[in-house]
């Protein structure tokens, strides 16, 4: 008997009201020695030793194939098409139509113990895995007429006594007008007469990076939900079958994760094949690189009650690689630089262009130490082929900057890129007093060749300090380091004695043309003798 979502009764349980896979930490599914398990399940990679079987969408002109082997264990990928193609095009890791076509392979966790496609689990680790192998009602079967391969099990002898759970997987590649996919699904019933707990893992070996609509193409290894930085599962996922710079096949993949029916999974993560597991269940801020991915998605375990079902499904097909732009925004300014000194009071700029579809700056993301900046927190400008972003602040000690942004358009290429630098306190000499009234305003900042300096007396005239020379007052400028560059006098006379003040209109106007050999970089404008200052930013 097949049983499948149209057919089964009983209540579903949707994926949205399930807990989120935190069952780890949280639960006590044996959680230590599932680490283990796992991860080998991942690292070990079994093929069956039984005739495989495989299917197109279409007898004769189908446009992509599924394969499965005796164990469960099956691939993806497009059918030959001559002359152009005359061999398979690979969507994982192995041809589909082989005799061990194991680019995916799925396992269940019920009751903390780990179901596994994989026989050797089994054999390693017998008080926590079973070779779900000894549970299959039959060989995978092809379902002709709906196009699909079928694999069921069903637990019974179990030496951990979770009989009665019946597990149907089914494989169906299709194709429709912009659709060319596999629906990877499972449907899960507990004939028993007590509740178990049941969840799945799906593990595929792609050929390429991967990206999803938050982080395009990247090599960074990535795990969301990130609550740290408050990412979420993605909608669909992208993989570039080969490097797309290489000048190979250039094939895009696309999983689905969310258009119904699929079930969006409770955690998803792209990184080192072999190694994705260990960024699976220790997720940080760090994103390591990768260079041969694999994809692990998690449905988190839920109760099922005598009678209740699971159904849980995901696609994986191909994708229009047209669509995509491979060259990525690139980065032409950044301070301060990495390893730099600067004051406490400073301002970070960044430059970046794209020479192609230009800068989607929706996909901004700039954290400072840990924290995500608001699109408030800091001034975009735009510069040629794309953005300058400015942000000032006081800081103290180290400071570690992560810039991401994305090209215009979806899917695109992604750059991020990181840097530390350090904070000492300022060589500016300051001086006695605060300043009552005075205030320094600039205009435009940032500025490229000149700038309109602005001082506002106020009501009252700004108080020197007592150390003050008697002459003009005079108008400064440094830069980050704290080396006077500019100096110029203002129409104010100044006293020493201590409460004295200058005497001058109310507000003036100073044009101030840098010097061709100042740099770009951050600047401080202030009245010789006052702590009135203001930051200028200088773009070459």
Same mark, same amino acid.
């Given at each position: 008997?097949?049983?499948?979502?149209?057919?089964?009764?009983?209540?579903?349980?949707?994926?949205?009201?399930?807990?989120?896979?935190?069952?780890?930490?949280?639960?006590?599914?044996?959680?230590?020695?599932?680490?283990?398990?796992?991860?080998?399940?991942?690292?070990?990679?079994?093929?069956?030793?039984?005739?495989?079987?495989?299917?197109?969408?279409?007898?004769?002109?189908?446009?992509?194939?599924?394969?499965?082997?005796?164990?469960? *264990?099956?691939?993806?990928?497009?059918?030959?098409?001559?002359?152009?193609?005359?061999?398979?095009?690979? *969507?994982?890791?192995?041809?589909?139509?082989?005799?061990?076509?194991?680019?995916?392979?799925?396992?269940?966790?019920?009751?903390?113990?780990?179901?596994?496609?994989?026989?050797?689990?089994?054999?390693?680790?017998?008080?926590?895995?079973?070779?779900?192998?000894?549970?299959?009602?039959?060989?995978?079967?092809?379902?002709?007429?709906?196009?699909?391969?079928?694999?069921?099990?069903?637990?019974?002898?179990?030496?951990?006594?979770?009989?009665?759970?019946?597990?149907?997987? /089914?494989?169906?590649?299709?194709?429709?007008?912009?659709?060319?996919?596999?629906?990877?699904?499972?449907?899960?019933?507990?004939?028993?007469?007590?509740?178990?707990?049941?969840?799945?893992?799906?593990?595929?070996?792609?050929?390429?990076?991967?990206?999803?609509?938050?982080?395009?193409?990247?090599?960074?290894?990535?795990?969301?939900?990130?609550?740290?930085?408050?990412?979420?599962?993605?909608?669909? &996922?992208?993989?570039?079958?080969?490097? #797309? *710079?290489?000048?190979?096949?250039?094939?895009?993949?696309?999983?689905?994760?969310?258009?119904?029916?699929?079930?969006?999974?409770?955690?998803?993560?792209?990184?080192?094949?072999?190694?994705?597991?260990?960024?699976? &269940?220790?997720?940080?801020?760090?994103?390591?690189? %990768?260079?041969?991915?694999?994809?692990?998605?998690?449905?988190?375990?839920?109760?099922?009650?005598?009678?209740?079902?699971?159904?849980?499904?995901?696609?994986?097909?191909?994708?229009?690689?047209?669509?995509?732009? %491979?060259?990525?925004?690139?980065?032409?300014?950044?301070?301060?630089?990495?390893?730099?000194?600067?004051?406490?009071?400073?301002?970070?700029?960044?430059?970046?262009?794209?020479?192609?579809?230009?800068?989607?700056?929706?996909?901004?993301?700039?954290?400072?130490?840990?924290?995500?900046?608001?699109?408030?927190? %800091?001034?975009?400008?735009?510069?040629?082929?794309?953005? /300058?972003?400015?942000?000032?602040?006081?800081?103290?000690?180290?400071?570690?900057?992560?810039?991401?942004?994305?090209?215009?358009?979806?899917?695109?290429?992604?750059?991020?890129?990181?840097?530390?630098?350090?904070?000492?306190?300022?060589?500016?000499?300051?001086?006695?007093?605060?300043?009552?009234?005075?205030?320094?305003?600039? %205009?435009?900042?940032?500025?490229?060749?000149?700038?309109?300096?602005?001082?506002?007396?106020?009501?009252?005239?700004?108080? *020197?300090?007592?150390?003050?020379?008697?002459?003009?007052?005079?108008?400064?400028?440094?830069?980050?380091?704290?080396?006077?560059?500019?100096?110029? #006098?203002?129409?104010?006379?100044?006293?020493?004695?201590?409460?004295?003040?200058?005497?001058?209109?109310?507000?003036?106007?100073?044009? &101030? /043309?840098?010097?061709?050999?100042? /740099?770009?970089?951050?600047?401080?404008?202030?009245?010789?003798?006052?702590?009135?200052?203001?930051?200028?930013?200088?773009?070459?």
């Amino acid at each position: 008997m097949i049983i499948g979502p149209d057919t089964l009764g009983g209540p579903h349980i949707p994926i949205a009201n399930r807990p989120v896979c935190g069952y780890i930490d949280n639960n006590d599914y044996r959680g230590g020695m599932m680490k283990k398990n796992i991860l080998l399940f991942l690292i070990i990679f079994f093929a069956g030793n039984c005739p495989a079987i495989w299917i197109d969408s279409e007898p004769d002109t189908g446009r992509i194939g599924v394969g499965a082997d005796a164990a469960g *264990l099956f691939s993806i990928g497009l059918p030959p098409d001559p002359p152009d193609y005359p061999v398979v095009r690979n *969507l994982l890791y192995t041809n589909y139509r082989d005799t061990a076509p194991g680019g995916a392979f799925v396992g269940f966790l019920i009751d903390g113990i780990l179901y596994s496609v994989n026989p050797m689990l089994a054999m390693l680790y017998p008080d926590s895995a079973v070779d779900l192998l000894i549970h299959r009602v039959a060989a995978p079967s092809i379902d002709y007429p709906n196009r699909r391969i079928i694999t069921e099990w069903f637990t019974e002898g179990d030496p951990f006594g979770s009989d009665s759970i019946y597990i149907v997987q /089914t494989l169906h590649p299709w194709e429709a007008p912009g659709t060319v996919t596999v629906d990877i699904s499972w449907v899960i019933w507990n004939y028993s007469d007590v509740p178990h707990d049941i969840g799945a893992i799906l593990y595929m070996n792609v050929c390429g990076r991967v990206g999803c609509p938050v982080f395009p193409y990247s090599d960074s290894a990535r795990v969301l939900p990130d609550t740290i930085h408050g990412w979420p599962v993605p909608p669909y &996922w992208d993989a570039y079958q080969y490097h #797309p *710079l290489s000048g190979t096949l250039g094939i895009v993949a696309r999983g689905d994760l969310s258009t119904p029916p699929n079930t969006l999974p409770d955690k998803f993560l792209w990184g080192e094949n072999g190694l994705g597991v260990e960024t699976f &269940w220790c997720p940080d801020s760090v994103f390591p690189n %990768y260079i041969d991915a694999c994809v692990l998605m998690c449905w988190a375990p839920v109760t099922l009650v005598p009678g209740d079902s699971l159904f849980i499904q995901t696609s994986y097909g191909l994708a229009d690689s047209s669509d995509f732009d %491979y060259t990525a925004p690139y980065f032409t300014g950044i301070y301060p630089s990495a390893g730099d000194t600067v004051i406490p009071d400073t301002c970070i700029y960044i430059t970046f262009a794209d020479d192609e579809s230009g800068i989607d700056i929706t996909t901004l993301t700039i954290i400072v130490n840990g924290d995500t900046l608001d699109s408030g927190d %800091y001034y975009i400008s735009p510069a040629p082929g794309g953005y /300058t972003i400015f942000y000032c602040d006081s800081f103290a000690d180290s400071v570690t900057v992560f810039v991401y942004v994305g090209n215009a358009g979806f899917p695109v290429v992604a750059k991020d890129t990181s840097w530390t630098f350090y904070v000492t306190g300022t060589a500016i000499a300051e001086s006695v007093r605060k300043p009552e009234a005075m205030t320094i305003s600039a %205009y435009p900042n940032p500025f490229n060749s000149a700038v309109r300096i602005i001082l506002n007396y106020g009501s009252e005239s700004a108080k *020197l300090s007592s150390t003050m020379v008697v002459g003009p007052c005079r108008l400064e400028v440094f830069d980050i380091n704290g080396r006077l560059v500019y100096k110029m #006098p203002v129409e104010a006379q100044c006293a020493a004695s201590a409460g004295r003040a200058c005497s001058a209109p109310t507000t003036r106007k100073y044009k &101030w /043309t840098p010097d061709k050999n100042l /740099t770009s970089g951050v600047y401080l404008v202030r009245i010789k003798g006052t702590k009135t200052s203001a930051k200028i930013i200088l773009i070459r």
